[in-house]
């Protein structure tokens, strides 16, 4: 990451209230962002991202019924202490230290949308712009998707900065979409948003995906913000609204993301992480043999 653009970004916003409901019943008792990427929950995979990428507070917007989720990220000495070093150590690096990152939680307890959540966080970001990560959305590569786009933030010549893909033309239904001005490498200047539009009417295939870089001037436009689709509090409409005023632009970023908010993109990226590891890779080694002898016989 360039010199001048670390710490830049100082807070990361976790919007984490959501129930699941998509994944019952494995979410009955357990926060859909604790469930497991092999062995580790999703949400460990967006907190290692955002301390990797320099952030010093991470705020939380939950729901009293995912206590769970303090628990996982809390330090537990106790059961360190059980454990034997190598795992002792393994939870360490998992938890938040305390000293060296804020942790702060706070609640939303209606389900108002994805802007009345960050809003939520309002009151307890510092100063300066802030990142935005929903960890439904697995990014995986090389490089991470946030510490590339804070990379990416001082040059692009924008307040707003949003994480894209491209989509098939029937799937923008499911997404922001950017209507695009431009492209450079991976920035692209956007001059309108519009969340989850018909695939007819879509002005691109522009996708955002969850990861946001934004100018603090948000929670003013997230604070005046009316309902939009399914007649929640839409983030998308308030980032619209700042266009003008504050500039958007979408990134290309690197790596490769899954929506872990659904079944098959959750066994999409366990396929995907096992295939890297040598530990697990032999499995489906194994397996893909047995399927294609099976066919065989
Ligand atoms: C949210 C955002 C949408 C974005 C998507 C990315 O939608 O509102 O703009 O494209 O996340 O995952 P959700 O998937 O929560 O309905």
Same mark, same amino acid.
């Given at each position: 990451?360039?010199?001048?653009?670390?710490?830049?970004?100082?807070?990361?916003?976790?919007?984490?209230?959501?129930?699941?409901?998509?994944?019952?019943?494995?979410?009955?008792?357990?926060?859909?962002?604790?469930?497991?990427?092999?062995?580790?929950?999703?949400?460990?995979?967006?907190?290692?991202?955002?301390?990797?990428?320099?952030?010093?507070?991470?705020?939380?917007?939950?729901?009293?019924?995912?206590?769970?989720?303090?628990?996982?990220?809390?330090?537990?000495?106790?059961?360190?202490?059980?454990?034997?070093?190598?795992?002792?150590?393994?939870?360490?690096?998992?938890?938040?230290?305390?000293?060296?990152?804020?942790?702060?939680?706070?609640?939303?307890?209606?389900?108002?949308?994805?802007?009345?959540?960050?809003?939520?966080?309002?009151?307890?970001?510092?100063?300066?712009?802030?990142?935005?990560?929903?960890?439904?959305?697995?990014?995986?590569?090389?490089?991470?998707?946030?510490?590339?786009?804070?990379?990416?933030?001082?040059?692009?010549?924008?307040?707003?900065?949003?994480?894209?893909?491209?989509?098939?033309?029937?799937?923008?239904?499911?997404?922001?979409?950017?209507?695009?001005?431009?492209?450079?490498?991976?920035?692209?200047?956007?001059?309108?948003?519009?969340?989850?539009?018909?695939?007819?009417?879509?002005?691109?295939?522009?996708?955002?995906? &969850?990861?946001?870089?934004?100018?603090? !001037?948000?929670?003013?436009? +997230? /604070? %005046? $913000?009316? *309902?939009?689709?399914?007649?929640?509090?839409?983030?998308?409409?308030?980032?619209?609204?700042?266009?003008?005023?504050?500039?958007?632009?979408?990134?290309?970023?690197?790596?490769?993301?899954?929506?872990? &908010?659904?079944?098959?993109?959750?066994? !999409?990226?366990?396929?995907? +992480? /096992? %295939? $890297?590891? *040598?530990?697990?890779?032999?499995?489906?080694?194994?397996?893909?043999?047995?399927?294609?002898?099976?066919?065989?016989?």
């Amino acid at each position: 990451m360039p010199e001048d653009s670390e710490a830049i970004v100082k807070t990361a916003i976790f919007p984490v209230a959501g129930l699941g409901t998509r994944f019952l019943p494995a979410t009955k008792a357990t926060p859909k962002e604790l469930l497991p990427v092999i062995d580790t929950p999703l949400i460990q995979y967006a907190i290692d991202e955002a301390r990797d990428a320099g952030v010093e507070r991470i705020v939380f917007v939950s729901h009293p019924s995912k206590s769970a989720i303090e628990r996982h990220v809390q330090d537990d000495a106790d059961l360190r202490e059980r454990g034997k070093a190598r795992l002792a150590r393994e939870l360490k690096q998992a938890a938040i230290d305390e000293d060296l990152h804020d942790v702060v939680f706070v609640m939303q307890d209606e389900p108002l949308g994805l802007g009345h959540a960050v809003l939520c966080a309002r009151d307890n970001v510092l100063p300066g712009p802030v990142a935005v990560i929903l960890p439904d959305d697995l990014i995986v590569g090389s490089k991470e998707c946030l510490s590339e786009m804070i990379a990416a933030y001082p040059n692009c010549d924008s307040g707003h900065m949003v994480a894209t893909i491209d989509v098939a033309r029937d799937d923008v239904a499911s997404y922001g979409i950017l209507s695009v001005l431009a492209r450079n490498g991976r920035v692209i200047k956007a001059n309108g948003m519009v969340e989850k539009p018909d695939p007819a009417a879509a002005p691109s295939k522009s996708a955002v995906v &969850g990861r946001y870089v934004l100018d603090a !001037a948000i929670f003013d436009a +997230l /604070a %005046r $913000q009316t *309902p939009g689709v399914g007649g929640e509090i839409q983030q998308t409409d308030a980032i619209a609204t700042q266009i003008c005023t504050t500039g958007l632009s979408g990134f290309a970023f690197s790596g490769q993301r899954f929506d872990c &908010g659904s079944k098959q993109g959750m066994l !999409a990226a366990g396929l995907h +992480l /096992a %295939r $890297q590891d *040598p530990a697990f890779d032999a499995v489906l080694d194994e397996f893909v043999a047995g399927q294609s002898s099976s066919t065989a016989a």
